[in-house]
């Protein structure tokens, strides 16, 4: 069954350090998400990505944040200069369609910021 | 702005038993979508059934049946024959029917904490 796939699994970074997350969605999905849960707290939606664009974002993806599709294949989140409250699991997620509900999740990035 | 709501941080259940998780939400919107995600120790999020709000009839997907009462706005979900594997955190969540440029992001409740004893 096609899955959406994340690396790393666990990164360690120092404050004030760039950090770059990937994923690969489901092959032929056409929808993008990040996701993000501090530890012991809900997830909460970062950014949604289409065509090329940013559909949607929140008001946690300020200007530190950036999202990429560099290629056929890849989805990428960017903190360009990290935080300790950067400290989260990150998630990615793919859909079909617009119209078709169901997201479906990476196995997350563990980041550490120290 | 919708808000997902789970009133129970957590929940045991023995094995083989039924339990049963609630949700609430709050929207104003008549299409949306509700969602159980199961969250195990390994922190992935794995869907464990859907609803649409124009669909009356309940979804199942086999040992788990949720019960959706629109008029509420409630969405819980109750897990037959309760296995050692069930246990995990769970969380309720809520999307919007896409309209204009949004997709509709989903919106997650704090999660029930769901402990199986054997």
């Known amino acids: 069954e096609p899955e959406v796939t994340q690396t790393p699994s666990h990164q360690v970074t120092q404050m004030g350090q760039e950090v770059i997350l990937r994923c690969v969605p489901i092959s032929n999905h056409l929808y993008f998400y990040w996701y993000r849960q501090i530890l012991g707290q809900k997830v909460e939606f970062l950014v949604s990505f289409y065509n090329n664009e940013i559909s949607e974002k929140s008001e946690i993806f300020d200007d530190q944040f950036s999202v990429e599709r560099p290629d056929g294949s890849n989805f990428t989140l960017k903190i360009r200069s990290t935080k300790l409250e950067d400290s989260a699991m990150y998630f990615c997620?793919?859909?079909?369609?617009?119209?078709?509900?169901?997201?479906?999740f990476g196995p997350g990035t563990r980041l550490l910021v120290l | 702005a919708q808000t997902v709501t789970q009133s129970q941080p957590e929940m045991s259940v023995q094995e083989a038993e039924t339990v049963t998780l609630s949700c609430t939400y709050d929207?104003?919107?008549?299409?949306?979508?509700l969602f159980w995600y199961k969250q195990p120790p390994s922190r992935q999020m794995i869907l464990v059934i859907r609803q649409e709000a124009y669909k009356q009839q309940n979804a199942t997907e086999n040992r788990f049946s949720v019960n959706f009462q629109k008029a509420a706005k409630s969405f819980s979900l109750k897990i037959s024959d309760s296995q050692l594997g069930d246990a995990a955190m769970y969380f309720c969540a809520y999307r919007r029917e896409r309209y204009g440029g949004s997709q509709g992001n989903l919106i997650f409740g704090k999660g029930t904490k769901l402990s199986v004893k054997p």
């Open positions: 997620a793919s859909s079909l369609r617009a119209t078709q509900e169901t997201q479906y």
């Open positions: 929207t104003s919107e008549s299409d949306y979508y």
